[in-house]
């Protein structure tokens, strides 16, 4: 049986996590290493490593997340804006094998990003 990601021992409760949004199907919880005044990780609560293993069963799931994201953005009061990130894979620098969206927000973002 694989490892357990943080982010799933998060969703079980092993990991404490303040938690901003959570539903049956999703969770947003604050990041521990912030790149911005607001950053925070939405996260599926179905285990899906990347984009690369979303299938379409899992489009519902992920409509859902960009919703949650929404809401959970207006009750921070990033009413100027924010962005959302994902990486895909090691080349990315993508750490976590788990689907999940970085919201990044508090002050203006520069472009490019990396």
């Not at 303040?18 to 999703?26: F, L, W």
Request: proline share 7%.
């Amino acid at each position: 049986m694989a490892e357990k990601t943080i982010f799933k021992r998060i969703i079980d409760g092993e990991i404490p996590a303040k938690i901003v949004y959570e539903d049956e199907r999703c969770m947003i919880f604050e990041d521990v290493k912030p790149a911005a005044p607001v950053h925070l990780i939405a996260i599926p609560k179905r285990e899906i490593a990347s984009v690369d293993d979303v299938e379409p069963e899992d489009e519902a799931v992920v409509g859902h997340l960009f919703t949650a994201i929404r809401t959970a953005a207006a009750k921070l009061g990033l009413a100027n804006g924010y962005r959302v990130v994902t990486n895909c894979g090691p080349d990315s620098g993508q750490e976590v094998m788990h689907l999940h969206f970085h919201v990044l927000g508090g002050r203006r973002l520069g472009w490019p990003p990396g």
